[in-house]
């Protein structure tokens, strides 16, 4: 008995040696490093993540605020006289939370350390290094280089548009799965 449970915990040992050097990432040479590095660079993608942030963190409080004035001019045991000064109130919350988010964003997290932490498995994993230097060449065409300076102003437009389109009905379905799980509910005989 002692032998086959010795035996079972070594099959073990050795499955799971086995499985987390299955698991383990290859670490790029030093040559790949430096082109991935130098993609982000030609790209300006530090600088394009920058600035869609900005412009997310904009958008999302617009619509936050949306949301909220729907909310209060929505509920009808918020008298109407209430209801302006309680939108001004959400509105400087809003406002105050968005700078820390923007705070945050500046001084707290070093997106280019993360754009890169994140970029150099990725780009190392998908790509050989011909292919990033391809790239890099791309880049730093004419066409690459006006691809690079309109990405955030296409990532944001091509956002807002989805936004747009995707909103009314992400609303209407919720709308939808509440009132059914309110009628569910409705429904339910109490539990005693």
Do not use: H, W
């Amino acid at each position: 008995m002692k032998n086959i449970l010795v035996s079972t915990m070594g099959l073990f040992v050795l499955m799971a040696c086995g499985f987390s050097g299955a698991i383990a990432q290859k670490t790029a040479n030093a040559e790949k490093i430096a082109l991935i590095k130098e993609f982000l660079v030609v790209t300006e993608v530090k600088k394009g993540a920058a600035a869609i942030s900005d412009q997310m963190l904009g958008l999302q409080a617009a619509e936050a605020q949306k949301m909220i004035n729907s909310l209060i001019d929505e509920d009808e045991r918020i008298p109407t006289e209430t209801k302006a000064e309680m939108k001004r109130v959400a509105e400087e919350s809003a406002e105050r939370s968005a700078a820390r988010m923007k705070e945050f964003f500046s001084k707290r997290l070093n997106l280019g350390e993360l754009i890169e932490e994140i970029t150099i498995p990725v780009y190392d994993k998908l790509f050989t290094e011909q292919e990033i230097r391809d790239m890099i060449a791309f880049y730093k065409s004419p066409t690459g280089k006006r691809l690079t300076e309109v990405t955030p102003q296409l990532s944001m437009e091509l956002i807002t548009s989805m936004m747009a389109k995707l909103t009314p009905k992400l609303q209407e379905f919720m709308k939808e799965a509440a009132e059914s799980e309110l009628k569910i509910l409705k429904e339910a005989e109490p539990i005693t």
